[in-house]
């Protein structure tokens, strides 16, 4: 994480940066990780059908979603 912030310290300060993590659960075996996987994309593609994404790959799904929230700014 500090390459991170010394990498980003810009952005950082200004508040203008977001940063994921990611937790593994290391009980699990490849083959279950792998399954999760695969139901999570199909779900993910479902749910962009629903919604009215016109594409079915789901990283371009997940982006597009992901941005829309980040760049929501509720009006108080």
């Given amino acids: 994480m500090p390459s991170l912030y010394r990498v980003f ?3 950082i300060r200004l508040s203008n940066a977001h940063h994921f993590l990611c937790q ?3 009980t699990k075996s490849r083959k279950q990780v792998r399954e999760e996987f ?3 994309r199909v ?7 629903n919604s009215g994404y016109d594409y ?8 597009s979603e992901t941005g ?5 700014t509720p009006i108080s």
């Fill in 56 to 63: 079915k790959f789901f990283a371009e799904i997940g982006f």
């Fill in 38 to 40: 695969i139901q999570a």
């Fill in 9 to 11: 310290a810009k952005e």
């Fill in 43 to 49: 779900d993910l593609i479902n749910w962009g059908i």
């Fill in 68 to 72: 829309r929230i980040i760049s929501y």
């Fill in 24 to 26: 593994t659960d290391k």
